[in-house]
Every structure is written in C-alpha cells, then in structure tokens.
C-alpha cells in the first residue's frame, strides 16, 4: 500500500512540475530529441546490418 501511495504522490508532483515549469521541459526536449533519434538509428541500422550479415551467411550455408 505504501508503494501505491508513493507512485500517487510522486506523479501529482510531476504533473505539477510539468504544468509549472512547462516551458523548461520543452526547452530540454527539444535538446534530447536530437540525440534519441540520432541514437535510435544507429541501434536500427545496426540490427539492420546484423540481419543482412546473417541473411547472407545462411544463404552461403545452404549452397
């Protein structure tokens, strides 16, 4: 019970930060945004290079 009363407060104080303090946290994403799809697309060419790889050398394995 004590972790449900916890959850509750916590997000009342962060709905009241994000109504308060609005403009900074769009200043933040603004700034992070960037960054997460710079990075999600590193991951996904990544895994997209990794299932080409794996692709070819099954190809090659059933020759």
């Given at each position: 019970?004590?972790?449900?009363?916890?959850?509750?407060?916590?997000?009342?104080?962060?709905?009241f930060g994000l109504v308060?303090?609005?403009?900074?946290?769009?200043?933040?994403?603004?700034g992070f945004l960037p960054?997460v799809l710079c990075v999600?697309?590193?991951?996904?060419?990544?895994?997209?290079?990794?299932?080409?790889?794996?692709?070819?050398?099954?190809?090659?394995?059933?020759?």
């Amino acid at each position: 019970m004590t972790a449900v009363s916890v959850g509750i407060v916590f997000v009342l104080m962060g709905l009241f930060g994000l109504v308060v303090w609005l403009h900074e946290v769009l200043f933040v994403l603004k700034g992070f945004l960037p960054l997460v799809l710079c990075v999600s697309g590193i991951v996904a060419l990544m895994a997209g290079v990794s299932t080409f790889g794996q692709k070819k050398s099954n190809a090659a394995e059933k020759k």
